[in-house]
C-alpha cells in the first residue's frame, strides 16, 4: 500500500469507500481533501459528531427564513466563522450568494479561498436547497 506524504493532508473519502481487491480505504490529498473537507463542514448539522459537538455550521435551522440582506451578512459569517475554526489550510477571500433561485428553493453558496501553504487560489459551490428530497411517485 502507497502511502502519500502530501503536506496539504490526505484523509478518508466521504462517504468512506472500501476495496476488497486491495483491501484499502478510499482516500483524498491536497485539494481534493480540502473540497472534501468544505462539502462536510457545511452539511454538518453541530452535534452530529460525537467527539467534536461543536463541529458543522447548522444550515439546515436557516431554511425558511426570509432571505433579507440582513440574513444574508449571516449567513456569510456563519460560514466563515466555521472555516476559520475548522479548516486551518485555507483563508477565505470572499463568500457570495446567488439567490436568482430562491423561487425554485435554491440558494448557491461560492467560496473563493486560497490555500494558505501554496498561496493557490480555488472556488468551492455548495448548493443549499430549501427543499429536501425529490418527488416520489
Known amino acids: 500500500m502507497a502511502i ?3 503536506f496539504l493532508g490526505t484523509g478518508w473519502g466521504f462517504p468512506p469507500t472500501f476495496s476488497n ?3 484499502t480505504v478510499g482516500m483524498l490529498s491536497d485539494e ?3 473540497e ?3 462539502q462536510i463542514l457545511l452539511s454538518t448539522r453541530k452535534g452530529e459528531r460525537v467527539l467534536r459537538p461543536d463541529y458543522g455550521c447548522n444550515l439546515d435551522e436557516l431554511v425558511f427564513e426570509p432571505l433579507t440582506t440582513t440574513f444574508e451578512t449571516y449567513i456569510k459569517d456563519l460560514i466563515a466563522t466555521a472555516i476559520l475554526y475548522y479548516e486551518p489550510r ?3 477571500n470572499r463568500i457570495n ?3 436568482s433561485g430562491v423561487f425554485e428553493g435554491r440558494i448557491v453558496i461560492s467560496i473563493d479561498y486560497t490555500i494558505r501553504s501554496t498561496n493557490s487560489r480555488f472556488n468551492f459551490v455548495y448548493p443549499f436547497y430549501q427543499t429536501e428530497g ?3 411517485k
Open 4 to 6: 502519500s506524504k502530501s
Open 21 to 23: 481487491k486491495s483491501v
Open 36 to 38: 472534501s473537507s468544505l
Open 134 to 136: 425529490t418527488e416520489i
Open 90 to 92: 485555507i483563508d477565505v
Open 32 to 34: 481534493a481533501d480540502i
Open 97 to 99: 450568494l446567488d439567490d
